[in-house]
Nanobody, 122 residues
Framework: QVQLVESGGGLVQAGGSLRLSCAASGRPFSTYVMAWFRQAPGKEREFVAAITRSGGGTTHADSVKGRFSISRDNDKNTVYLQMNSLKPEDTAVYYC???????????????WGQGTQVTVSS
């Protein structure tokens, strides 16, 4: 079992930046692939980014590539999502997730946080 708690969401103007954090507790953090997803009202949960256990490999959705960056600190049991050049269409609840493999499908992840709201105003 692993517990995930996100933080860092909020209201920001278009073009601004936010950094989301997800703190993990329970089983060893470094044994999990970590990912960020987001879900806007009325839409399905959408893959944002994922990072390998060591942090040596990352993948980002095309919609955020060049603007968002996922990273992790295994000593601090934390995964981050740095979000720059935010757009109104980035508005959503952002979730971190832990699982065994890098995947863009939510069902491949076993553990989820409660989510943090990100709102980007135009």
């Amino acid at each position: 079992q692993v517990q995930l708690v996100e933080s860092g969401g909020g209201l920001v103007q278009a073009g601004g930046s936010l950094r989301l954090s997800c703190a993990a507790s329970g089983r060893p953090f470094s044994t999990y692939v970590m990912a960020w997803f987001r879900q806007a009202p009325g839409k399905e949960r959408e893959f944002v980014a994922a990072i390998t256990r060591s942090g040596g490999g990352t993948t980002h959705a095309d919609s955020v590539k060049g603007r968002f960056s996922i990273s992790r600190d295994n000593d601090k049991n934390t995964v981050y999502l740095q979000m720059n050049s935010l757009k109104p269409e980035d508005t959503a609840v952002y979730y971190c997730a832990a699982g065994p493999v890098v995947a863009e499908t939510p069902t491949r992840y076993n553990y989820w946080g409660q989510g943090t709201q990100v709102t980007v105003s135009s």
